[in-house]
């Protein structure tokens, strides 16, 4: 059984803060600093240039992206770190458009990260026009998908309401119309068990700054199916992802396998800090993981939905449609949640009126599930939300 009060040491939270925000920023791991602290003296200090080849900055994306693949249920050597969430949703999509030409619909759902969407309306107005983005609300993705559509593109776990999405089903279903199907794990790899292998996934991406603890702008991933690693056609054909960069041709040849989805330069010091958040899954279960999870998100709403009749939970109660956090609606949204992290009680908010919990069992426990209950009925029952103070929105919400 995986030790959640081991795990819980190897993190450096603020005494008595309740953080309830890791699904938006993973607390700092404890060894990350020293970490870091190698990696810019030891290695960029002492080895300077050589620190490509003796420090193995150079192998290091695809030797992190393993790791990664190991908690989504990739196969080994089809998943690569590098560059940010957005270019890898982009690579993916623009890999999918071209392998199926005769298709014209990217399907997504309005509940996805409006970020995905935006990747998706460039790529279409790259494409001249030619290719339509569609959007259904959630609940009709399945059946919105036709043969028109090249390749359906959906995140896991909606960021708003914890929702969760069958990857398995979507999938099929995508295949059975010769459609292609990308998954954004960004609220799913390190929050739940994911099998983007036995889920048939053609591409999958994420970023490791949330669940996966890897610090603020850690860089994203990408999972590419062996059934695509040597065919898909890199839209972004950037230097690293060239099967020869250090021979400096002039035209570009894509490299073999997940190594043809790199672009640019690995962030070398972004990928120490990440590394180092990685140490803390290697005695981690996913399923003691999940397990965990349900358990704390069911005495959350629970306890919640006893203390504040106000708040409307919209989180699915079913474990099997849920993901690792807890949303509820309330008018007054933004100012409640302001109120809570002013008395150490950390979520966030998202528009126009979810009030958004994390549940990390890393370094989550019973106890601080009840002490934020606590907190949450005394700011909705005194509506201390009330003060002048917490309706200023900050640019980062």
Not at 199 to 219: E, H, I, M
């Amino acid at each position: 059984m995986t030790d959640f009060a081991a795990t819980k040491g190897l993190f450096d939270l603020p005494p008595g803060l309740v953080y309830l925000d890791g699904n938006s920023l993973g607390p700092l791991p404890k060894a990350a600093p020293a970490r870091m602290e190698r990696a810019m003296r030891e290695e960029w200090g002492g080895m300077l240039i050589a620190g490509w080849n003796r420090a193995g900055w150079m192998q290091q994306p695809r030797a992190l992206g393993d790791r990664i693949g190991r908690l989504i249920g990739a196969e080994p050597g089809h998943t690569v770190v590098g560059d940010t969430l957005s270019i890898k949703v982009f690579q993916a999509l623009a890999s999918c458009v071209a392998l199926r030409p005769e298709q014209r619909v990217i399907l997504s759902d309005t509940g996805n990260f409006p970020s995905d969407l935006y990747m998706a309306e460039g790529l279409v107005r790259m494409l001249g026009g030619r290719h339509e983005l569609r959007l259904v609300e959630p609940e009709a993705v399945e059946a919105a998908i036709t043969e028109e559509v090249a390749v359906t593109l959906i995140t896991e776990v909606d960021y708003r309401t914890g929702r969760r999405h069958d990857m398995a089903r979507l999938t099929a279903k995508a295949h059975q119309v010769g459609a292609l199907a990308v998954w954004d794990l960004a609220h799913s790899a390190g929050a739940l068990p994911v099998d983007v292998s036995g889920g048939a996934a053609d591409f999958a991406v994420g970023c490791t700054y949330k669940y996966l603890n890897g610090g603020p702008g850690a860089p994203a991933f990408i999972y590419v199916a062996p059934r695509h690693a040597h065919e898909a056609p890199p839209a972004l054909s950037g230097w690293l992802g060239h099967r020869a960069p250090f021979d400096f041709e002039l035209s570009y040849a894509a490299g073999e396998g997940i190594d043809r989805m790199r672009v640019g330069t690995p962030p070398v010091l972004a990928m120490a800090a990440l590394e180092a958040a990685l140490d803390v899954w290697d005695g981690v279960d996913m399923g003691d993981l999940r397990r965990r999870s349900l358990e704390l998100t069911d005495r959350f709403i629970a306890g919640v939905e006893a203390a504040c009749p106000a708040l409307e939970l919209v989180t699915p109660r079913e474990h099997e449609r849920r993901g690792s956090q807890v949303s509820f609606r309330h008018p007054e949204g933004y100012a409640a949640m302001q109120a809570l992290i002013a008395r150490r009680v950390v979520g966030d908010f998202r528009a126009p009126d979810i009030m958004r919990f994390g549940f990390t069992p890393l370094y989550i426990g019973e106890a601080e599930v009840d002490r934020a209950v606590e907190i949450i009925a005394e700011v909705m029952d005194g509506r201390l939300y009330d003060d002048a103070s917490y309706r200023t929105r900050a640019a980062v919400t």
